[in-house]
């Protein structure tokens, strides 16, 4: 081990303990969310940061997101591993690296082809590819694999997006940023129900924005 890599593992190591003593995030989560080497998902210049609590650059300006709320977003799910499970946003392919520790296969949708690639480059470093990457508007969900039981959208957007209402299953979960780009904007957990939804507040976060179309 290098004296970058052992820094590297000695803040990973303090970062961690500090996320498992707030008590946040169950057992299972935080041992997916430890399973991952964050630094492999950025760039070289951004790894030495790869486990401070803040968002990352990656490729296309967009970023990465801060590791304790992907936990949070990740733990307001209740994933099972045999939920049928969408993410939004694919990004680095960090989260979903997270999530394909805690459930069978990922669906993941990312508007840029270029983050697209990058993910699925960045991906083929974890032992396990349970997870399906696909070049689309996010706004459009996966109607092919719908309904899904849980939905995790990593970008803001000011609507609740219809079509990913309408692809989930009753008595699943979305987990969603909602607001202007540029504002706070506030972490939604929505519980679908036969005839409309519940919303419930995880509190304040920012996100880039969620874009529609394809680039
Ligand atoms: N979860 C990612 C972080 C992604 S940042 C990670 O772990 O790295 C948000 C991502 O949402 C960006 O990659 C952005 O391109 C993507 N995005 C924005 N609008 C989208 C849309 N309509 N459909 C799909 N992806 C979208």
Redesign the pocket.
């Known amino acids: 081990m290098n004296i970058k890599n052992k820094q590297l593992a000695e803040n990973k190591a303090r970062l961690f303990e500090q996320i498992e003593q707030s008590g946040v995030l169950s057992n299972a989560t935080l041992h997916a969310l430890a399973s991952i080497d964050r630094e492999n998902?950025v760039d070289d210049q951004f790894a030495p940061q790869a486990y401070h609590d803040v968002t990352l650059p990656?490729p296309?300006g967009?970023?990465?997101?801060q590791i304790l709320v992907?936990g949070i977003m990740i733990e307001a799910l209740s994933l099972s591993w045999e939920d049928k499970l969408l993410?939004?946003?694919?990004?680095?392919?960090?989260?979903?690296a997270v999530l394909s520790k805690l459930n069978r296969r990922v669906f993941s949708?990312?508007?840029?082809a270029e983050?697209v690639t990058e993910?699925e480059k960045n991906l083929q470093a974890e032992s396990n590819n349970n997870y399906t990457i696909m070049h689309?508007?996010?706004?459009d969900g996966f109607a092919s694999q719908a309904p899904f039981d849980k939905i995790i959208v990593?970008?803001a957007s000011e609507n609740i997006p219809d079509k990913l209402l309408q692809q989930m299953k009753v008595g699943g979960i979305m987990v969603l940023p909602l607001g202007k780009d540029g504002q706070k904007q506030e972490l939604l957990k929505i519980i679908k129900t036969q005839d409309s939804y519940t919303t419930h507040s995880l509190g304040y976060v920012k996100?880039?924005?969620?874009?529609?179309?394809t680039a």
Do not use: C, K, N, W
């Open positions: 998902y990656i296309a967009q970023t990465i997101s992907v993410e939004i946003g694919t990004g680095s392919g960090y989260q979903t949708v990312e508007r840029f983050l993910a689309a508007d996010g706004f990593s970008a996100f880039v924005p969620m874009l529609t179309g």
